[in-house]
DNA sequence: AGTTTAAGTCAGTCTTGTTGACATTCCAAG
DNA sequence: CTTGGAATGTCAACAAGACTGACTTAAACT
């Protein structure tokens, strides 16, 4: 409270202020999740599924191994997650035209559906942090997560944020 | 980049925004936890150790309902953890004195070892986006991240927050 | 033709979450 | 004082989702 927009101090790099950023994540993560979880524990989904479902409908089209470039998990790990929502329809897997090697990755609609109901929630969350946290308050929360991000991923987040305009 | 310090639009709500914000939050918490389980990996520890052995430095005595609340895990799951953690002699729990049936938990001498092993690569990461990002994103950061957080959750927080100066 | 790459599969393990049953301790009402 | 209920913690069994390792198939590259 009392750092709040202070200069140029560094005193906000003590161990105990580090500290209280590491729990604020910890805490504010766990909140981030419970609004999706909570959908797909009523389904037989759980949060690796719902990873999935957001980047396809992030980069339709979208191959396997791109995939799992982002999400950082096996193939074995992924795959399990993948079969079961082109099994239930939920994604579509089209044989690539150039390369027939790769599998490019679509929503359907019923998957669409499923990624709008989870984003919903999860959005309203977001929305009313920023709401009542204000813009200048959003401009650092997304400069502070983007120094907080390792060089690969920084690069994927980057690119994903200039396609989306 | 535009959006920065901008005034007090709210064009930074629009949906692709919202977006935006959520996988920043995901590719960081990512980045966040990759430091420490990196070094579990090399035990036979994993991420819910860490928590535990966190928290319980956090607030020395704490009992394990405490921890569970603070966690959000059944005491089943809690309980798992801290048996190999007290077997390994990394945590001491002792029996309530006024209550014989609560245990206090305590770290030992290598339990806060590794605590300070494990928080040292977290905060180091913390400290290198602190500084790059500066005082008033940090302010910001912190701002948005306390908004996220659920009720239950943020009374948890900030009263750890106090607890520790 | 031989190698590499993309994707998928099968089997087995580990961590970490879950529920259900149970033991111990405390406390308060009869 | 005793007894029954609530709180605290433990044990056992199971499921999700991550992992490794070995392997197949098909297509592309050289």
């Known amino acids: ?5 202070g200069g ?3 005193l906000f790099l003590t161990d105990e202020q580090l500290r209280q950023g590491i729990e604020a994540v910890f805490f504010a993560y766990q909140s981030f999740t419970a609004d999706p979880d909570r959908i797909l524990a009523t389904m037989a989904y759980g949060r690796a599924h719902h990873r999935a479902i957001h980047f396809i409908n992030r ?3 979208t191959t396997v191994n791109n995939l799992l470039a ?3 998990v096996t193939k ?6 993948l079969r079961s929502l082109v099994e239930d329809e939920l ?3 089209r044989v690539g035209k150039v390369d027939k090697r790769e599998r490019h990755l679509y ?8 990624e709008r109901k989870l984003s919903d929630a999860q959005r309203a969350r977001m929305r009313s942090a920023y709401r009542a946290a204000g813009p200048q308050a959003v401009a650092g929360f997304r400069t502070v ?8 991923m920084r690069r994927r987040y980057l690119s994903l944020k200039e396609s989306g305009v």
Do not use: F
């Open 59 to 61: 980069a339709p089209g």
């Open 91 to 93: 994604v579509e897997a």
């Open 145 to 152: 997560l983007e120094a907080m991000m390792d060089p690969e």
């Open 1 to 5: 409270m009392s750092e709040s927009s």
């Open 76 to 81: 074995q790990s992924l795959n399990r997650v």
């Open 8 to 10: 140029e101090t560094l």
């Open 107 to 114: 929503l359907t609609e019923k998957g669409e559906a499923l």
């Open 70 to 72: 982002i999400l950082c």
